[in-house]
């Protein structure tokens, strides 16, 4: 258990320096998402259900605990043109700030209805959804918490692969997170988004634009 614990915290530390270091060599294009960390809790093991609902895991009659949003946008090139049939890998923490992963030794409980990867297809106008639930904040090293975030990977022959993390606007742990920081200020808005329920009540829904650049 503490090996794991020390692998994850190694991963985060090695990331956020290296995302630093690619914001301060300029080399983040302003018209595309700023790339961010996978992070070492990407899905290694294949599961039955990766649909864009995961608050219920087919087969399961309970849904996964915590707060309902809803995250749609576009795929997108540097000129604005949608990407049909890109994939979009979705994976995050449940909502005790937990993942569902072999390398997570995280003492909160997991969910078992939660289904925490989605992957999808854009289709023609480049359009994605997914159903999920809020992400609970996680420690990783002291004075260190990661605030509530998703993580995004989206491919397609042609692009560069784009990996990134969309954050919840609002959260206090944002402020003060050494990934989302590492963001050049001007393009660090296009990461965190602003949740908002419909005027007849409901979910809440946000909007995340994913911007890809060409190979």
Do not use: C
């Amino acid at each position: 258990m503490k090996k794991a614990k020390s692998f994850t915290r190694r991963k985060l530390i090695q990331g956020s320096m290296a995302m630093a270091a690619l914001s301060a060599t300029g080399s983040l294009l302003a018209a595309t998402t700023p790339p961010q960390t996978e992070g070492p809790f990407f899905p290694i093991h294949k599961q039955p259900d990766t649909d864009a609902d995961m608050t219920l895991i087919q087969g399961h009659s309970e849904h996964a605990l915590g707060e309902i949003v809803e995250v749609s946008g576009r795929v997108l090139d540097e000129d604005g043109q949608p990407i049909a049939e890109a994939l979009v890998d979705v994976w995050q923490a449940n909502s005790h700030g937990r993942y569902s992963h072999e390398a997570d030794s995280n003492p909160a409980p997991l969910d078992q209805n939660f289904q925490g990867w989605a992957q999808l297809k854009t289709d023609a106008e480049g359009r994605y959804r997914v159903k999920t639930i809020k992400p609970g904040a996680y420690p990783v090293i002291d004075g260190w918490t990661r605030p509530p975030h998703i993580h995004f990977k989206v491919a397609r022959r042609g692009y560069h692969e784009l990996t990134t993390q969309m954050y919840f606007a609002g959260d206090p742990l944002n402020d003060i997170d050494r990934l989302l920081q590492s963001v050049p200020e001007s393009a660090r808005a296009m990461l965190v988004v602003d949740f908002s329920s419909a005027a007849g009540g409901g979910d809440m829904h946000g909007e995340f634009a994913l911007v890809m650049s060409r190979v």
